[in-house]
């Protein structure tokens, strides 16, 4: 399995747009690995993990080809995660699927997109309507299949009101936690886990806070260095996981540079946009 950290941020990204404070300083000055857009992922060429604000530039800076994207799956409906209006741009006219030929509706290849049903009722009405889209509400603890994958979504601690999830995602072979954005696990996200002990072979989470404080519906080094450790005493891991850290606010005072070395004291690698991984 393929895997790409495409964002890497929170909502204002790193440096933020606005923003003259120490750590978005050191981050125009040291550049490369420390700069950081918002947070997306994709799986192979195919599954594509939340639509936020960056995704046209993640797809001219890594060369990605959306129209081989058939599953999208949304975390929640913040607009760093979701931009709805620009998924009307895969609409015959806008995009032409099959090359130079127009694409004929009656064969028209959908794009799936998985959210929440609260999640869902942020999209607006052309979105939902769209005929190149397939609109599906899921509900966490309750894993389908789409393609070769089999998907999970479990419960975040995050954005009340908008249906939160993470996912666990594999494709019989290869098996990956991607849990952004939330704090500590809720118990019933716990509890399926401890149940079911599905073992990843790769997680990433939430480290919105880095050295900082980020409140409960984000998690910062020491909470996801704790939360590492609730999953190990559950068996929801392996000693071959892989762990990352990834979302990340400058409010965490700390860039990529320096953050580095202090993950890795945890067992943790750090993620930085574009970074791909074979799993």
Known sequence: MKFQFLGTAAAEGIPGMFCNCPTCKRTREAGGKNYRSRAQAIVND??????GPDTYTHMCRFGLDLSRVRFLLI????DDHLTPSELRYRENGFAYLYGDKANDDSDYEKLHIYLSELSNSFLPPDVKNSAPLDI?????FEPFTIGKYTVTALKAHHAPGYGALFYLIGDGEKTILYAHDTGFFPEETMNYLKKNRPQPDFVSLDCTGILGSCGPHHMNLADAAEMKQRLLDIGCAKDSTIWYVNHFSHNGNCTHDELVPLAEKHGFSVSYDGLALEI
């Open 46 to 51: 195919d599954l594509l993990l939340d639509f």
């Open 136 to 140: 599906h509400t899921i509900k966490p």
């Open 75 to 78: 975390t929640h409906a913040h």
